[in-house]
C-alpha cells in the first residue's frame, strides 16, 4: 500500500452532517497536510499539522493526528454543498528526499 | 496571495510531438514541482527544483525533462509524446521559509496525446 491512503475511497452525506476522512501512513513524517480539489481544478491547501501536534482547527475543519497509530482524519462539520469536492492527504516524509507525498483522496459529495 | 499560472487548460498533440508546459509562480518561492495526476493513482511527482538551474527527479521522470532558468518559472518537457503521457499535469510551488511546506497549484494543464 502507498504512503497516505486516505479512507474511505468515497463519501456521500446530506447537506448539514458531517464528514469524516481518515488517512494513514507508513514513514516518519514532519507533518500532514491535507488538500481539496474541485473538481478538473487544482489542489487548494487547506490546514497543516505538525508531527509534534495532536489536533488542528480551522473554522469548520478539524484535524487529527496520531503518530503513533499512523493515521489523522479530516472532520468538516456542518457540511455545504461547495464543499464537495475530492480531498486528499499528503505527508511530507523526512527519511530520504524530503518531499510531499499525495495519497489517492477521498471523493466527497454533499447532497442537498 | 500567492498565484501559480500555467498555460494552458486544455491541450491537444500528436505522438512523437514536443511538448511544452509552462509554469509561473508570482510569489518568489524557491521550491517548484511537477505532478502528474491520474484516476487510481493520485498526484505522482515528475520533477521539482529547489533553486534556478537545479532540478530533481521525482517518482516517475522518465520521458520527461524540466527546465528553470528563472526563479519564477518552470518548463515540462515532452520530449517525444506518447499515448500514455495523457493525463493531468499540475504545477506547484512552496517556499522554504519559516519551514512551512504546504504547496500552491496551479489549475492544471489536461494533456491528451492523440
Known amino acids: 500500500s502507498q504512503q497516505g491512503e486516505e479512507d474511505p475511497q468515497a463519501l456521500s452525506i446530506q447537506e448539514g452532517e458531517n464528514a469524516t476522512m481518515n488517512c494513514s501512513y507508513k514513514t516518519s513524517i514532519n507533518n500532514l497536510q491535507w488538500y481539496r480539489q474541485n473538481s478538473g481544478r487544482g489542489l487548494v491547501h487547506l490546514i497543516l499539522?505538525?508531527?509534534?501536534?495532536r489536533e488542528k482547527h480551522s473554522g469548520r475543519l478539524r484535524v487529527t493526528l496520531d503518530t503513533s497509530k499512523k493515521s489523522s482524519s479530516l472532520l468538516i462539520t456542518a457540511s455545504r454543498a461547495a464543499d464537495t469536492a475530492s480531498y486528499f492527504c499528503a505527508t511530507f516524509i523526512i527519511q530520504g528526499a524530503q518531499k510531499l507525498v499525495f495519497g489517492q483522496g477521498t471523493r466527497l459529495t454533499i447532497n442537498p | 496571495d500567492v498565484k501559480v499560472t500555467q498555460s494552458s487548460r486544455y491541450l491537444v498533440k500528436r505522438t512523437g510531438e514536443k511538448v511544452f508546459l509552462e509554469c509561473v509562480q508570482d510569489m518568489d518561492h524557491e521550491n517548484m514541482f511537477w505532478y502528474r495526476q491520474d484516476p487510481g493513482l493520485g498526484l505522482r511527482l515528475i520533477y521539482f527544483?529547489?533553486?534556478?538551474?537545479?532540478?530533481e527527479k521525482g517518482d516517475i521522470p522518465e520521458g520527461y525533462s524540466v527546465s528553470r532558468e528563472k526563479k519564477e518559472r518552470f518548463s515540462l518537457i515532452l520530449e517525444s509524446a506518447s499515448t500514455n503521457q495523457t493525463s493531468m499535469y499540475l504545477c506547484a510551488s512552496s517556499s522554504v521559509k519559516g519551514g512551512y511546506k504546504e504547496q500552491y497549484f496551479g489549475p492544471g494543464t489536461r494533456l491528451t496525446v492523440t
Open positions: 499539522i505538525r508531527s509534534n501536534e
Open positions: 527544483s529547489y533553486d534556478v538551474k537545479m532540478k
